[in-house]
């Protein structure tokens, strides 16, 4: 099934870097210039420069080094779109007259400085993205503010009848199973050389019981069905098992494993029951995506937007 991503005004309450305080006239000048109009609001250079290192910074959660480069070259070209379409949702939510909970802020405000080991280091921060704490509370407001009003317009008018999960899950049954399962065994010891030659035993044809004496090991045995990820690259080394193949050892954390696969475990179909909660879900948020592309195509054609 087909996951559907979350709405991407969604954002991370995080501060917005901006240049440093000494900026020279030709730069400050560059920085006002005009790149958009929204009905009565400008968007400046300014503000998508702004935007361009926040999204710089909720992605360097996620990725690193090139790949945050690649990453970031591949939204560039539609960051000025999305600040125009979160200055009319923030504009809506001011014609409303939509009111934020201070207190609510103030939580958000708490929250984000539990990431730090200290006030003084998130104070430190502040400083070296050029912000203070009202800045911050600033952003956090708006983006309540946007949750808010498409709760209000579009996602508390959004129902998913029972009737449409059953048809769903009629249609795409086949799609509900829970994969195709290896059942294993799974031998830990204490250091490389020992697994080695466990391993080398194990495959020559040795039980496991006639080697007990030789190696301190112990043994669990569990299933794993596709999709699970384990730790160590073990779905990726048990994958490649065949029945009661042995594999080389495999080191996780402090001790050394060796995996023997003992069979496969064929797909069982999950019932509507089980799946719901899911369907339910996937139903709910594609009607949401839906709903909020036509709300948001309306507000443009209401609006005087203009690129410059």
């Not at 503010?145 to 795409?172: C, Q, W």
């Not at 007990?212 to 699970?228: D, I, L, Q, S, W």
């Not at 690259?233 to 003992?262: M, Q, R, T, W």
Request: proline residues 3%.
């Amino acid at each position: 099934m087909k996951r559907i991503i979350n709405l991407r005004f969604f954002l991370a309450f995080l501060c917005l870097p901006i240049y440093g305080l000494l900026v020279t006239p030709y730069s400050a000048c560059a920085q006002d210039q005009i790149v958009a109009i929204v009905n009565n609001e400008v968007i400046t250079q300014k503000d998508l420069n702004d935007f361009l290192h926040f999204m710089s910074m909720q992605l360097s959660r996620e990725y690193k080094g090139k790949e945050l480069e690649e990453k970031m070259n591949s939204i560039k070209f539609d960051l000025l779109n999305r600040l125009i379409e979160d200055r009319l949702i923030l504009q809506e939510a001011k014609k409303e007259k939509i009111v934020m909970d201070d207190d609510r802020v103030k939580a958000k405000i708490s929250e984000i400085k539990k990431q730090y080991r200290s006030d003084a280091d998130f104070q430190a921060e502040l400083m070296k993205q050029g912000l203070t704490q009202a800045d911050i509370e600033n952003k956090i407001r708006e983006q309540f503010l946007m949750f808010s009003i498409v709760e209000h317009k579009v996602r508390g008018k959004i129902t998913v009848k029972p009737d449409e999960v059953t048809a769903f899950y009629e249609i795409n049954k086949r799609d509900f199973n829970s994969g195709e399962g290896r059942q294993l065994e799974a031998y830990a010891l204490e250091n490389e050389d020992l697994a080695q030659s466990f391993s080398y035993n194990l495959k020559t044809g040795k039980k496991p019981q006639d080697l007990a004496g030789r190696y301190p090991f112990t043994v669990n045995e569990f299933n794993v069905y596709k999709g699970e990820e384990l730790q160590g690259g073990i779905g990726e080394i048990v994958a490649k098992l065949g029945i009661n193949e042995v594999s080389k050892p495999v080191k996780i954390e402090d001790k050394y494993y060796v995996f023997k696969l003992i069979s496969i475990i064929p797909p069982k179909e999950f019932t509507l029951v089980q799946v719901q909660g899911k369907i339910h879900t996937y139903l709910f948020e594609k009607k949401m995506q839906e709903e909020f592309a036509k709300w948001l195509d309306e507000l443009k054609k209401q609006s005087y937007i203009k690129i410059k």
